[in-house]
């Protein structure tokens, strides 16, 4: 069993930043890929971003491609998501999710581990 824990979401106002952590702790021995997904309301979850295992291979959905940025610090089992440039439409709860494999995946039925999630909410 793996458990994550987010934090950093708030309020922001359009244009601003927030960085997101999500502390892993359990079974993190085997290490995986991780990412981040979100969901607003009335809407379906939605992959945001992945990094593998190692932390070499990183990829983003269209939407968010070079205003976010994905990290892991695998020593102190943390996964960071730096969000810069914030739209209205960023606003959802965003979650953090462990890998069942050591590359990077979109899809959310890939992910075993979810954590609780954090809102985000961008004002305009």
């Known amino acids: 069993q793996v458990q994550l824990v987010e934090s950093g979401g708030g309020l922001v106002q359009a244009g601003g930043s927030l960085r997101l952590s999500c502390a892993a702790s359990g079974r993190t021995g085997s290490r995986t890929a991780m990412g981040w997904f979100r969901q607003a309301p009335g809407k379906e979850r939605e992959f945001v971003t992945s990094i593998s295992a190692g932390g070499t291979s990183t990829n983003y959905a269209d939407s968010v491609k070079g205003r976010f940025t994905i990290s892991r610090d695998n020593a102190k089992n943390m996964l960071y998501l730096r969000m810069n440039t914030l739209k209205p439409e960023d606003t959802a709860v965003y979650y953090c999710?462990?890998?069942?494999?050591?590359?990077?995946?979109?899809?959310?039925?890939?992910?075993?581990?979810w954590g609780q999630g954090t809102q985000v909410t961008v004002s305009s």
């Open positions: 999710a462990s890998g069942r494999y050591d590359k990077t995946s979109v899809r959310a039925d890939e992910y075993d581990y």
